[in-house]
């Protein structure tokens, strides 16, 4: 059974990221792997108590800001009493369609507070309420931080886009691998490392299967895919990967002299005032974390991989689905680090994936550069963030994705619009992913003057 499994899996895991950056493939299995703030309002509205049926599910608003106009021309406005019952209706046709237990989601347009939203539970078992308060895990929406940190570090000069990486972390960085003396760190950013995913390789996962309660370094991790070797032509060829992310987590260590989780929150985090957002392992959020659960083929998937049973499973809507609750999570958490460790409220999210672009922590030169497309024109994907295009806009895009959670956070800069939204169900496919779910949403979210 584990062989059949293992070979399942690897077609899975090769379909998923063959899908899209912009919606970039699943994320280290986690089992085996004035400040902007989002206040509740006092009477929360919902249509329903929580339940674990197909209902329609219940939703939480947070109150939206009374002074906060946008900034920047064309203008677009959020009527949150117009919108509310299409947002609804929407969402609840989706969460019946897929069976997804919870989302949240959060809008803010002009860096104002974002408006936040919640449906369905956090806990299957309990039926308590996913609210906007609790944490989600965000996966390799942690990319784009990653990266806008490297090119401030370009910017001030103590880092070179065309230089190798060995000359930051010396010529034992990546032990084994025989393109180490020539990855540039432009190919970190860009995939064109020839690194493995090693989120979507079976062989990674029978390794967390024998620690899961252990955490796993950057080094380890580095040590992992140069012994696999590259797949794919360094400095050309685009594959997908956070091996190369997570080696630019040691060098922003290895530049600054302190911790990578220090850096994004110096840089990026208190900058535009997340008092809510961590970078694990090193940092870890308080209570309430939200409970997350795998489906779909890859959770059925999972269990022989990893030897759960079935006290790690739990029926949902007809299906059955793999409980994170039960499983350890040390070698999940530690996994992504700066290629996948963030964990956030909603709110938090669409503050930064439009503070990244807004001018508030890159400026214009560093944005192009962020947003440049990689060699092949036919790939959307610069240093970081993919560019797309929903309803004939231009948005900056990056999807993420752990065992338990998936999320995609995208910035409209015709309209000074961040969105962020996440559902405790990893396992989704085709359009009832996060990407096809934003872009049904677009026309209730953005409504032009």
């Given at each position: 059974?584990?062989?059949?499994?293992?070979?399942?899996?690897?077609?899975?895991?090769?379909?998923?990221?063959?899908?899209?950056?912009?919606?970039?493939?699943?994320?280290?299995?986690?089992?085996?792997?004035a400040s902007p703030?989002?206040?509740?309002a006092s009477a929360p509205a919902t249509?329903?108590?929580?339940?674990?049926?197909?209902?329609?599910?219940?939703?939480?608003?947070?109150?939206?800001p009374t002074t906060a106009a946008p900034q920047d021309e064309p203008d677009a406005e959020i009527n949150d009493d117009e919108q509310i019952d299409p947002l609804d209706?929407?969402?609840?046709?989706?969460?019946?369609?897929?069976?997804?237990?919870?989302?949240?989601?959060?809008?803010?347009?002009?860096?104002?507070?974002p408006v936040t939203f919640a449906w369905g539970v956090s806990d299957i078992a309990t039926g308590a309420p996913l609210t906007v308060d609790h944490h989600v895990r965000i996966g390799s929406v942690t990319k784009s931080v990653t990266a806008a940190v490297v090119l401030q570090l370009v910017a001030e000069g103590l880092v070179e886009l065309e230089a190798p990486v060995a000359?930051?972390?010396?010529?034992?960085?990546?032990?084994?691998?025989?393109?180490?003396?020539?990855?540039?760190?432009?190919?970190l950013l860009g995939h064109t490392s020839g690194f493995v995913e090693y989120a979507f390789d079976v062989s990674f996962y029978q390794l967390a299967a024998s620690r899961l309660a252990e955490?796993?370094?950057?080094?380890?991790?580095?040590?992992?895919?140069?012994?696999?070797?590259?797949?794919?032509?360094?400095?050309?060829?685009?594959?997908?990967?956070?091996?190369?992310?997570?080696?630019?987590?040691?060098?922003?260590?290895?530049?600054?002299?302190?911790?990578?989780?220090?850096?994004?929150?110096?840089?990026?985090?208190?900058?535009?005032?997340?008092?809510?957002?961590?970078?694990?392992?090193?940092?870890?959020?308080?209570?309430?974390?939200?409970?997350?659960?795998?489906?779909g083929t890859i959770g059925y998937l999972m269990g022989p991989?990893?030897?759960?049973?079935?006290?790690?499973?739990?029926?949902?809507?007809?299906?059955?689905?793999?409980?994170?609750g039960t499983v350890p999570s040390d070698f999940a958490r530690s996994a992504g680090w700066t290629g996948g460790g963030i964990e956030a409220q909603i709110g938090d999210v669409a503050l930064l994936i439009r503070g990244l672009f807004a001018g508030d922590i890159l400026d214009e030169d560093q944005v192009a550069l962020?947003?440049?497309?990689?060699?092949?024109?036919?790939?959307?994907?610069?240093?970081?963030?993919?560019?797309?295009?929903?309803?004939?806009?231009?948005?900056?895009?990056?999807?993420?994705?752990?065992?338990?959670?998936?999320t995609i956070a995208a910035y409209a800069p015709a309209f000074d619009l961040g969105v962020a939204l996440t559902t405790n169900l990893l396992g989704l496919e085709g359009d009832d992913d996060v990407g096809g779910l934003l872009e049904a949403l677009a026309p209730i979210l953005v409504v032009m003057n």
């Open positions: 059974m584990k062989r059949l499994a293992s070979a399942l899996l690897s077609l899975v895991l090769l379909a998923a990221a063959c899908s899209g950056a912009g919606e970039d493939a699943q994320e280290p299995p986690a089992s085996t792997v703030t989002t206040t509740e249509t329903a108590t929580p339940t674990t049926t197909t209902a329609a599910p219940p939703v939480t608003i947070a109150a939206p209706a929407a969402i609840g046709d989706w969460m019946e369609r897929t069976g997804a237990p919870g989302i949240v989601l959060a809008i803010t347009q002009g860096g104002a507070a000359q930051y972390l010396g010529d034992d960085w990546a032990p084994g691998y025989e393109h180490a003396a020539a990855v540039t760190v432009r190919d955490q796993i370094s950057p080094e380890e991790i580095l040590e992992f895919a140069a012994e696999y070797g590259p797949v794919a032509e360094l400095g050309t060829e685009f594959h997908y990967n956070t091996t190369g992310y997570v080696a630019a987590g040691l060098l922003i260590e290895a530049v600054t002299g302190n911790t990578a989780a220090a850096e994004l929150r110096s840089r990026v985090f208190e900058p535009l005032a997340l008092e809510h957002t961590y970078l694990t392992p090193e940092e870890f959020p308080p209570e309430p974390t939200a409970n997350g659960y795998v489906g991989l990893l030897g759960l049973t079935t006290d790690n499973q739990i029926t949902h809507n007809d299906a059955i689905f793999v409980d994170i962020m947003t440049a497309g990689h060699p092949d024109p036919a790939n959307s994907y610069g240093l970081g963030i993919s560019t797309d295009e929903i309803l004939g806009l231009t948005i900056y895009t990056h999807g993420g994705g752990v065992p338990g959670f998936r």
